[in-house]
């Protein structure tokens, strides 16, 4: 299994323009996360999924940031249009249920840079 | 407000050495307690899972602790490697499963 994979591992574009961050979650897990890490904030859920169903979006920053999972294999998300303070590290996760004894698997993040 | 401190912010051993890193937590109710290693330009890798009915659970080297009556869990590192150079981040689910993260320990191992 090649875990969760995430594309591309490096975005630097500049302020306005549109972000797409992607995610393969792991074959057969049910549940997606989005998350974002800074410094300063540490690590924070933005929205996840189950069975391609947003849940909880209620960590989204503002109406600039939209989620997508339009199959179980896929997940996107975009922020449009991008701001110097949306420069963070953004991690996918995904996990098989949510009982106490899963954990989650991350990917290797997405580094993004609004300049 | 739940939250979830972690001490100290960063710390530096010697290679060899061991060291215990520290997190309190106010989260409740609580559902289990997570302690995750992450690679500088990784994401996080779970090292254990506890409910609160476990004491203690150990996954190589790192053994991990929790007292559900005072709120603590401790990550103890036995005989440190360059490779244990990581940030600890300690972080506690709620009956929903709502994850709350600590801010995490950086730990610098040293030759």
């Known amino acids: 299994d090649a875990g969760v994979i995430q594309s591309p591992r490096h975005e630097v574009t500049e302020m306005g323009q549109e972000v797409t961050l992607r995610c393969k979650p792991i074959?057969?897990?049910?549940?997606l996360f989005w998350y974002r890490q800074t410094m300063m904030r540490g690590l924070e859920l933005l929205i996840y999924?189950?069975?391609?169903?947003?849940?909880?979006d209620s960590g989204m920053p503002e109406d600039r940031f939209s989620a997508k999972m339009p199959n179980a294999s896929f997940s996107t998300l975009k922020i449009q249009p991008s701001e110097p303070r949306d420069s963070a590290v953004y991690f996918c996760?995904?996990?098989?249920?949510?009982?106490?004894?899963?954990?989650?698997?991350f990917g290797s993040g997405t580094r993004l840079t609004v300049v | 407000k739940n939250q979830v401190e972690q001490s100290p912010q960063s710390l530096i051993i010697l290679e060899g050495k061991n060291c215990t890193l520290q997190?309190?937590?106010?989260?409740?109710?609580?559902?289990?307690l997570r302690w995750y290693k992450q690679d500088t330009g990784r994401g996080p890798v779970s090292l254990t899972i506890?409910?609160?009915?476990?004491n203690t659970k150990s996954n190589g080297r790192y053994t991990a602790t929790l007292d559900a009556d005072t709120k603590q869990s401790s990550l103890h590192i036995t005989a440190s490697q360059l490779s244990d150079s990581a940030s600890y981040i300690c972080?506690?689910?709620?009956?929903?499963?709502?994850?709350?993260f600590g801010a995490g320990t950086i730990l610098r191992v040293k030759s």
């Open positions: 996760a995904s996990s098989l249920g949510t009982a106490p004894l899963y954990g989650y698997t």
């Open positions: 074959s057969g897990h049910d549940y």
């Open positions: 999924f189950n069975n391609n169903v947003p849940i909880d």
């Open positions: 997190c309190n937590y106010t989260v409740s109710p609580f559902s289990n």
């Open positions: 506890m409910t609160f009915s476990e």
């Open positions: 972080v506690v689910v709620e009956y929903g499963n709502k994850l709350v």
